[in-house]
């Protein structure tokens, strides 16, 4: 089925230290989107994209974080500078129609990134 | 804001068990609901949909029902097998939004 890669799979950083992470949605999509996953359990969602543009964004995606897919692209999320609570796994999700838009929608998330900040 | 409520941080069965999992939601709107699996190591995959529409979604064995006057939208499998074993997480989408919101997950796990 579709796949969304996310490169890298574990990125280990100093704190202060600017990163970014990369994803590759599926060929066809026009919405993304980055989660964050701290210890396996809750799912937080930070941002959606679309046309060029931050749609949605929740009160985690701070000041430091932004979101680019220049010219198509990989969809990244970048932290500059990085703190030590950015310690987490990242989702990355594409999707054809938004969620909740049409019948057979749904979000496709790669496996994840693995961000640790020392 | 929208919010959904996972309670039950953690179940344990036994194969061929009847598996309950409760979730509850809260929005002004008219939302769509669907429950995520995750399998270790990998992102979240759907598991089924439901709408205000129909009510009910069934998928690979497991069944959700929408009950609006109760708020809830729980999921249910009549008998759960090892390879069931995974997060399990509600979420939904309120309407006029595109922002997926996920429960605090259900870790299952179905001992052989």
């Known amino acids: 089925g579709p796949k969304v890669l996310q490169i890298p799979s574990h990125q280990i950083i100093d704190m202060g230290q600017m990163v970014t992470l990369n994803c590759d949605p599926v060929s066809n999509h026009l919405y993304f989107y980055w989660y964050k996953q701290i210890l396996g359990q809750q799912m937080e969602f930070l941002v959606n994209?679309?046309?060029?543009?931050?749609?949605?964004k929740s009160k985690l995606f701070k000041d430091q974080f932004s979101v680019e897919r220049p010219d198509g692209s990989y969809f990244t999320l970048k932290i500059q500078p990085t703190a030590l609570e950015d310690s987490a796994v990242y989702f990355c999700a594409s999707s054809l129609p938004p969620p909740g838009t049409a019948l057979n929608e749904r979000l496709f998330f790669g496996h994840g990134t693995k961000l640790s900040v020392l | 804001g929208d919010s959904v409520t996972q309670k039950q941080g953690q179940v344990t069965l036994s194969e061929d068990d009847f598996l309950f999992i409760n979730c509850t939601y809260s929005?002004?709107?008219?939302?769509?609901l669907f429950w995520y699996v995750q399998y270790p190591g990998q992102g979240p995959q759907l598991l089924l949909k439901?709408?205000?529409?129909?009510n009910k979604g069934i998928s690979r064995g497991f069944e959700a029902t929408y009950d609006k006057g109760t708020t809830s939208f729980h999921l249910q499998k009549a008998s759960v097998q090892e390879s069931d074993s995974a997060v399990y997480f509600c979420?939904?989408?309120?309407?006029?939004?595109?922002?997926?919101?996920f429960g605090s997950g259900t870790q299952l796990t179905v001992m052989p």
């Open positions: 439901v709408t205000t529409a129909n």
């Open positions: 979420a939904l989408v309120a309407s006029g939004s595109w922002q997926l919101i």
């Open positions: 929005t002004t709107t008219y939302p769509t």
């Open positions: 994209f679309y046309n060029g543009k931050v749609m949605e």
